[in-house]
């Protein structure tokens, strides 16, 4: 649990670890850990293989996500900096797709991964000479996959079908704080939560499994947020 937290922690942490404490000013780099949960939703009716009439998709669920990535940046202040962070993200995703004209359903599991890039500004508050409490704000592409699903049959829990993989790029918006502490002259421990919207995500639109290669409707995941608990570890140059 303490690792998750860790892993969990970090991740965020990318997204809003590059601060310097009061009267530091320069260039900055740091590695994040980040761990936390994810939400979503979808609107897709016509989900899968045509002759089923279209899957109705409900029952979307993320599970723990964790996550690493890296900062660079720079300090013009003692309040003010900027800095490029690398965000990566995976976790568990599942959702159920019903076929009405059928009267079937389906299960579908796999994993929903996240590899963003964001240019971020941040703002830090000193409470003393090592501990600053800091806000950020992010602008950047997501790059949302939805990779190794499998289809499988609700009633039963018999195998069905892989579904293809695939890759979408969307915008996101990230808003983090924290409070980070001096724990040497170069090193910083930070310690930071956030919330980022990273849009949609979509299978590919083929199928492999009972009824061989098809093609299918693509499954979307649409509105995807995302809080994250991070810890990074930031040098100052």
Do not use: C
Not at 204 to 226: C, E, F, H, M
Request: charged share 10%; proline share 2%.
């Amino acid at each position: 649990m303490i690792s998750k937290l860790l892993l969990s922690a970090t991740i965020a942490a990318s997204v809003f670890p590059a601060f310097a404490l009061a009267g530091d000013t320069g260039f900055f780099a740091g590695l994040d850990v980040t761990g936390g949960v994810a939400s979503g939703s979808s609107h897709t009716t016509n989900g899968g293989a045509a002759i089923a009439g279209g899957g109705v998709v409900d029952n979307v669920k993320f599970g723990d996500a964790l996550g690493v990535g890296g900062h660079v940046g720079y300090k013009f202040n003692p309040a003010l900096s900027v800095f490029i962070s690398y965000q990566h993200v995976q976790g568990d995703v599942s959702w159920d797709a019903n076929f009405p004209l059928f009267g079937v359903a389906s299960n579908f599991d796999g994993t929903a991964i996240s590899n963003a890039v964001l240019g971020n500004i941040a703002y830090d508050w000193a409470l003393s000479d090592a501990t600053s409490i800091i806000a950020t704000a992010g602008i950047g592409l997501s790059f949302n996959s939805l990779s190794g699903i499998v289809e499988s049959d609700q009633a039963t829990g018999l195998f069905l079908s892989d579904v293809a993989d695939h890759t979408q790029v969307n915008p996101m918006v990230q808003l983090g704080a924290g409070i980070d502490h001096k724990i040497s002259a170069n090193i910083v421990l930070v310690l930071s939560v956030s919330v980022s919207y990273t849009g949609e995500f979509e299978t590919g639109d083929t199928r492999s499994g009972n009824l061989g290669i098809t093609s299918i409707a693509p499954y979307k995941i649409d509105d995807v947020w995302r809080a994250n608990l991070g810890i990074s570890m930031r040098f100052t140059f």
